[in-house]
């Protein structure tokens, strides 16, 4: 029993497999190439809207989402200074911030969100933070210069009641109300000897003094839950403007990523063209070659050699279809050598003989009835053709049967 042979090492399941985890795995690092940044958890601890923690504003997006308002969390800092309408919520951070403030020229309408608490992150727990005090008045002071706003800072007690746009509230910041006293700003929700809400003389720009109107953690009281959507409301011109809270000053930027893009409009319809293209030179390429061909003699030695340049020389002299008396007669040689018939036999005694020998088996035709055909030339290739490969079966048959008669 020998052993089977192959000239490849690998079967073609192998290469299949290999093939498909080889696809899978370069497009799984593209895929993290290009979207890892989105794919990281974005709720830390802090004064921005992705965070859940009692200092954050998630709570808030998530309120109003509730609510069916349309809400969205801004990465593009050109969002800032140029949009399409909509109601953009600045949440300022103690840290880190002054300069990013000073350099950006904020579009109305915008609500500014001071900062009142200082926080620690949680070291067991990111998301959370512990340990939170009021941040020093002399650092919002300076908050409030970088903003060109004249003016300072002030804690006081909790009213009863605070008069406001959209009626009388029982408000429950944490502590102390933090106000602003400023006479560069015009008061629009006044608390003791200072503002809760001011505007800008010369722009819809609003600074919303004390955060826990908005805060997770001052949305837990259900008077300041509502203050913070009935203000939305009343800083919107239009039900369907969006209420827009900004990410990109707390860091959160979406920069531009070109793996992105390519799958973004208006560039998704060429990337999938040549992605379609790519598959199909891979596809011809797997389909239609072989094992790589060896280089060869320019002029090829051998019987085959001189067998193909023969019939390339037929073939251009147009004569094909002339050779069929030539074969005939060849072939009639060749079974009278191969049955040892008497050399002084004519032509129509050997048609006679080869008759007798019995006929084609596929055909049923005796040797004289394709003999006839073959007598001229053909009319065209094809028919020449099917009358040789007649005469090559008759022949075979022929030479068998008289294998096996002997045997």
């Known amino acids: 029993m020998s052993d089977t042979q192959t000239n490849s090492p690998f079967t073609t399941r192998t290469v299949a497999v290999l093939l498909v985890i080889a696809i899978v795995s370069f497009g799984a690092v593209m895929v993290l190439a290009g979207w890892a940044p989105e794919l990281r958890d974005r709720d830390q601890a802090g004064d921005h809207p992705f965070s859940t ?143 809760l809400l001011g505007k800008f003389n010369d722009r819809d720009i609003y600074v919303l003094a004390d955060p826990d109107m908005l805060n997770t953690f001052g949305l837990a009281e259900r008077e300041n839950a509502r203050f913070a959507v009935q203000l939305m409301d009343w800083l919107r011109y239009e039900d369907y403007e969006p209420i827009i809270f900004d990410a990109t000053l707390h860091g959160f930027v979406r920069s531009a990523n070109l793996l992105q893009m390519v799958f973004d409009i208006p560039f998704i319809g060429a990337t999938l063209a040549a992605l379609a293209s790519a598959f199909l030179l891979g596809w011809a390429a797997l389909v239609r070659f072989g094992p790589t061909a060896r ?32 074969y005939l007669a060849m072939v009639r040689r060749r079974v009278a050598r191969d049955i040892a018939a008497p050399k002084t036999m004519t032509e129509a005694q050997l048609s006679a003989l080869f008759d007798r020998l019995g006929p084609e088996e596929q055909s049923g035709k005796t040797f004289s009835q394709i003999e006839s055909g073959l007598r001229g030339p053909s009319a065209n290739r094809e028919e020449l053709m099917t009358r040789a490969r007649d005469l090559y079966r008759w022949r075979r048959d022929i030479l068998r049967r008289s294998t096996h008669e002997r045997k």
Do not use: C
Request: aromatic residues 4%.
């Open 53 to 195: 923690s009692a200092l954050g504003y998630n709570g808030i997006v998530q309120l109003l989402e509730d609510q069916g308002y349309p809400v969205e969390i801004s990465r593009l800092e050109q969002r800032l200074a140029s949009r399409d309408g909509g109601v953009m919520v600045v949440t300022v951070s103690p840290r880190g911030m002054s300069k990013k403030l000073e350099e950006t020229r904020l579009q109305p309408t915008t609500l500014i969100v001071l900062p009142k608490w200082i926080g620690q992150t949680d070291p067991f727990n990111a998301k959370r933070q512990r340990d939170t005090r009021f941040m020093q008045a002399r650092n919002l002071n300076d908050l409030l210069g970088q903003l060109d706003i004249e003016g300072e800072i002030g804690r006081i007690d909790v009213p009863a009641h605070t008069e406001t746009p959209f009626g009388d509230m029982a408000l429950k910041p944490d502590l102390k109300m933090q106000v602003i006293r400023s006479d560069t700003l015009v008061p629009v929700i006044e608390a003791g000897d200072g503002m």
């Open 295 to 326: 280089e060869g003699r320019v002029i090829a030695l051998g019987k085959q050699a001189l067998v193909d340049n023969s019939a390339g020389l037929f073939t251009m002299a147009r004569r094909e279809t002339r050779m069929a008396p030539g």
